[in-house]
């Protein structure tokens, strides 16, 4: 009986060991679910930066695909990480006519929403992509143009089919 407790004793700290240096690794970076009628994608960021822009990684098979057919709304849903800074959407699509087109909504300010309904112009549109960008630091001047950069910390791509 001793070496049984012994064995025990010795396996304890394994187990308690990954609790914790699973709490000390770094928290996966949000994702965004993109809903067209009773289907969703969820999607990771095809960029993402740390705050400061200082350390960003790619990651190009992020993008999702999700059928959303003509004349349906997509609903965009955002975690609060990405809803307690400035974000958008962006995103292309065709008029029948094959004329391609981009748009964005507006600049969402922080905590001010965590969800976008995007309908296209006309109800024979269709949508090609989508994009979730979260905002970086503040903009500021490029030294060289004198135009205001608003950085972009990520983002969250669809592609969509049929």
Not at 7 to 28: D, E, F, I, K, T
Not at 93 to 100: K, M
Not at 113 to 135: F, I, M
């Amino acid at each position: 009986m001793p070496r049984r407790l012994r064995h025990l004793g010795r396996l304890l700290p394994l187990p308690v060991a990954a609790l914790v240096l699973a709490g000390c690794g770094s928290a996966a970076p949000p994702e965004v679910t993109f809903a067209a009628g009773q289907d969703t994608a969820v999607a990771r960021p095809t960029q993402y930066c740390d705050i400061k822009l200082t350390d960003c990684k790619g990651d190009p098979g992020a993008p999702v695909r999700l059928a959303v057919p003509v004349g349906t709304a997509l609903k965009v849903t955002v975690p609060q990480e990405i809803s307690e800074t400035p974000w958008q959407v962006v995103f292309t699509y065709r008029d029948p006519g094959g004329t391609q087109t981009d748009g964005r909504s507006p600049v969402f300010a922080p905590n001010a929403q965590k969800d976008y309904t995007l309908e296209l112009p006309a109800p024979n549109d269709r949508l090609v992509t989508a994009q979730v960008q979260q905002y970086g630091p503040p903009p500021q001047s490029d030294p060289e143009t004198g135009e205001i950069e608003f950085p972009i910390r990520a983002s969250w791509v669809l592609n969509t089919t049929g």
